[in-house]
């Protein structure tokens, strides 16, 4: 018989050690039995509360964009102007929750997933116009008929450094990604 109440425990336990799975191997090419063993439990245990391996990534995006989220609203709530809240949005995008080498490693593999997958596409589609309507909200005030080009640049930059310090092992948080990013901000608004 189940344990009453274990089944939010369990899936959060899943979702985590999905995230250190993938951050560990720097791919999607884990097994769900391995997942479930980092997670204390049995890949029987796992397919029953996701049904599958795409289905327990799914989960695992969803908690990463529910704490990227949860930073930017964070960030904006305490920001005060458009620039204050563009910069907001910058820091957060690579605040030290987000900018996790095993984050960093999840979303790259989100990214490949969503190729081949239509919920994963659908669910990064969700991110990229939020990130979008984020920067647009505050550049408009700021950059006017530019805000539009101004935004999908810095937008391809944000999701563009995540690749590039995948690539790298030398980079410990996102100072420097926030640093190149804010530069950005500062050449456009001149």
Do not use: C
């Not at 490693?105 to 990214?111: D, G």
């Amino acid at each position: 018989m189940p344990k009453l109440g274990a089944e939010p425990i369990r899936r959060e336990a899943l979702v985590k050690a999905t995230i250190a799975e993938i951050g560990a191997t720097g791919s999607l090419d884990v097994t769900v039995a391995r997942i479930a063993k980092r997670a204390g439990m049995s890949s029987a245990l796992a397919h029953h509360y996701f049904g599958g391996k795409e289905d327990i990534f799914l989960a695992a995006m969803r908690h990463t964009l529910t704490v990227y989220g949860a930073e930017v609203r964070g960030a904006l709530a305490m920001a005060t102007g458009p620039r204050d809240r563009l910069e907001a949005i910058v820091r957060a995008s690579f605040s030290t929750s987000n900018f996790r080498k095993e984050t960093i490693a999840s979303w790259l593999n989100f990214y490949v997933l969503a190729q081949k997958s239509d919920s994963a596409a659908r669910l990064l589609t969700i991110y990229r116009r939020r990130l979008r309507s984020n920067l647009l909200h505050e550049l408009r005030p700021l950059a006017g008929d530019a805000a539009e080009a101004i935004a999908e640049r810095l937008a391809a930059l944000i999701d563009g450094l995540y690749l590039r310090v995948s690539l790298r092992d030398d980079l410990e948080n996102g100072d420097e990604a926030t640093a190149l990013a804010l530069g950005l901000i500062e050449r456009e608004l001149r």
